[in-house]
């Protein structure tokens, strides 16, 4: 059996697919410069683009080590932050009470920063945006000052309605002390009418101020179950002695929220001895605090006879009641706290089935019992 020779190439073949091969490689060199201007090109405006973005960017790899900053990033973290890890970075910045906004620096150079994150298709790192909201977050509170301020020139009137009618009650009361026919028992039940109208007017100025203030001051980890039973502690005697039912859970075990105890408490207590002053003997009222990843939820449900549609319009307005010892400003405060921490208030009511207020407030990002163990 013999083999079959392979087809020789004579000096003329071989020159053409040499030929051939050349143009080939020279095609395929022309489209790689090509490619390479495209990219440097590309680099080129990416690196213009983030440079003039007004938002600081940063490039992290799969270990979280910044592999490029921008100019506005590098402005506000410093410029040889490349290299560095996020994780150390991230310190700088201290949660607010608002989720997704953080503050970076101290005093008037403070930068409130609103910080998201996004994960490369690639799986290969993460680029992290950062928006500076100073400046919108002063002109949303300028603009909530100036809210309040408008309602109270608008119910100027009303206000000095509401501090002249126990005002002239006092007067008249202490008038009559001063007759010297008063007999003694009629005189010590003056008195205590004297002094209740004058702490309604005491409560009114108070309330007043409070809502002129609107917003909250300082913010400290609060215990979620702890505040519900100091609040519990709080209103259960004044439940007892009305024959009311009070009940309080708290399933939020050792959840914190960042936000104003006192201010928060005040806004609780409000809504709470609003059911129990319209809660009839025999019914009940309830507390129950609930919490998830993003917020705490406060609810306080009564028995009571409910709220017509149109007076829970008007409910939260200020100077608005239908009690009359009421200053009409406790709804309105528990409403401006709930605001202040970036939450709300609403209410479900129906005549004849009670009411059931509920109030929100986000529960800001890692401020937890496990990382503020004392």
Request: proline share 4%.
């Amino acid at each position: 059996m013999t083999e079959t020779a392979a087809p020789s190439l004579d000096a003329a073949q071989l020159a053409e697919a040499f030929a051939l091969f050349n143009r080939a490689s020279a095609e395929l060199t022309d489209a790689y410069a090509g490619l390479q201007g495209q990219v440097g090109q590309l680099n080129e405006r990416l690196s213009v683009l983030m440079g003039a973005l007004p938002a600081g960017v940063l490039v992290l790899d799969r270990q979280g080590t910044v592999l490029q900053a921008n100019r506005a990033a590098q402005d506000w973290l410093g410029e040889a932050i490349e290299g560095t890890a996020w994780a150390a970075l991230s310190q700088r910045f201290v949660p607010t009470e608002t989720p997704g906004e953080l503050e970076l620096g101290e005093g008037d150079d403070a930068r409130r920063i609103a910080m998201s994150s996004t994960h490369l298709d690639s799986g290969e790192g993460s680029i992290v945006l950062m928006h500076d909201v100073t400046h919108t977050h002063k002109m949303q509170r300028e603009a909530e000052r100036n809210e309040r301020l408008a309602a109270m020139g608008e119910m100027v009137a009303g206000l000095a309605h509401q501090l002249r009618t126990p005002l002239s009650a006092a007067l008249l009361y202490t008038a009559t002390l001063g007759k010297g026919q008063l007999p003694e028992s009629e005189r010590g039940r003056i008195a205590d009418r004297a002094v209740e109208r004058l702490r309604h007017l005491e409560r009114l100025i108070r309330d007043m101020l409070l809502f002129a203030r609107g917003d909250c001051l300082g913010r400290e980890p609060v215990p979620v179950c702890a505040l519900t039973e100091e609040l519990a502690h709080t209103l259960e005697p004044i439940a007892r002695q009305r024959e009311i039912v009070f009940t309080h859970a708290c399933e939020c075990g050792t959840t914190r929220l960042m936000a104003d105890r006192k201010a928060l408490a005040g806004a609780l207590t409000n809504l709470l001895e609003n059911a129990l002053q319209f809660t009839p003997a025999g019914g009940t009222v309830s507390l129950l605090a609930t919490c998830d990843a993003e917020q705490v939820s406060f609810v306080v449900e009564d028995t009571g006879p409910g709220i017509s549609p149109d007076q829970q319009q008007r409910l939260f307005e200020p100077f608005f009641t239908t009690r009359a010892e009421g200053t009409g400003l406790g709804l309105a405060i528990a409403r401006g706290v709930a605001r202040a921490h970036g939450g709300e208030i609403d209410l479900a009511s129906r005549l004849g089935e009670g009411s059931r207020f509920r109030l929100v407030v986000p529960l800001t990002a890692g401020v937890t019992a496990e990382e503020n163990p004392s």
